[in-house]
């Protein structure tokens, strides 16, 4: 049973607007919540984070948004740029200190 | 600074095969986590060390998956007898201290068994 879900793989955005991408989890035990950014053959790179206390957290233009009463965590970049194309991944974080993705979702952003 | 490197960056086992896949941490990090990931999902987490202490191995899948880190600076994830199933990237990470810290991950390795 998937813990966290990524239920777009994929997103389609032009250059400039704003792209939004969701991430639902099922525990409300969780109370670290990431966000990080593949490209083709590199690991994952740290995006932002923000923990259970917050609703909010913001770093340039990038926005993780909390809703912990419904379990939902988004990621919202503005003005997004072609450099931002990539795959996304939310994780949430125990503490047992392993980080639990989800299925990720492939971002265009197109000219 | 340097970050997470892993070796080799590509491995290509036959089936029955034994593979041992090499991560170096970041200098001074303490945690180091393993996480296979396959084709079109997320990392999925295998064995956690402090130092050289395994916390946590319960993400392993069989006892063909073995890892350690003796000095509790460079990690081996060993795989024995080599599966079609066990095709995957593997992505080594670590951390100065494991709970609500960023985890630095490296390229990965990715393993093909034929």
């Known amino acids: 049973d998937q813990q966290v879900k990524q239920n777009s793989p994929s997103l389609s955005v032009q250059e400039g607007r704003i792209s939004i991408l969701n991430c639902d989890y099922t525990?409300?035990?969780?109370?670290?919540f990431l966000w990080y950014k593949k490209y083709p053959a590199e690991g994952p790179t740290f995006l932002i984070s923000?923990?259970?206390?917050?609703d909010k957290n913001e770093d340039g233009r990038f926005t993780v948004f909390l809703n912990k009463s419904a379990k939902h965590l988004s990621l919202h970049i503005v003005p997004s740029q072609p450099g931002d194309s990539a795959v996304y991944f939310c994780a949430v974080q125990d503490n047992t200190d392993k980080l639990i993705f989800g299925t990720g979702t492939r971002l265009q952003v197109f000219p | 600074g340097a970050g997470v490197s892993q070796s080799p960056r590509y491995k290509v086992a036959k089936r029955g095969q034994d593979v041992a896949l090499r991560c170096d941490p970041i200098s001074g990090h303490v945690s180091l986590f393993w996480y296979q990931q396959a084709l079109g999902q997320g990392p999925e987490f295998l064995t956690y060390f402090q130092n050289e202490a395994q916390l946590d191995k319960s993400g392993l899948p069989s006892d063909r998956f073995f890892a350690e880190r003796p000095e509790g600076s460079v990690s081996t994830l060993k795989i024995q007898r080599t599966q079609q199933e066990d095709s995957a990237v593997y992505l080594c990470?670590?951390?100065?201290?494991?709970?609500?810290?960023?985890?630095?991950f490296g390229p990965g390795t990715r393993l093909t068994v034929l």
């Open positions: 923000i923990s259970s206390i917050k």
């Open positions: 525990n409300s035990m969780f109370d670290y």
């Open positions: 990470a670590s951390t100065y201290s494991g709970t609500y810290n960023e985890q630095f």
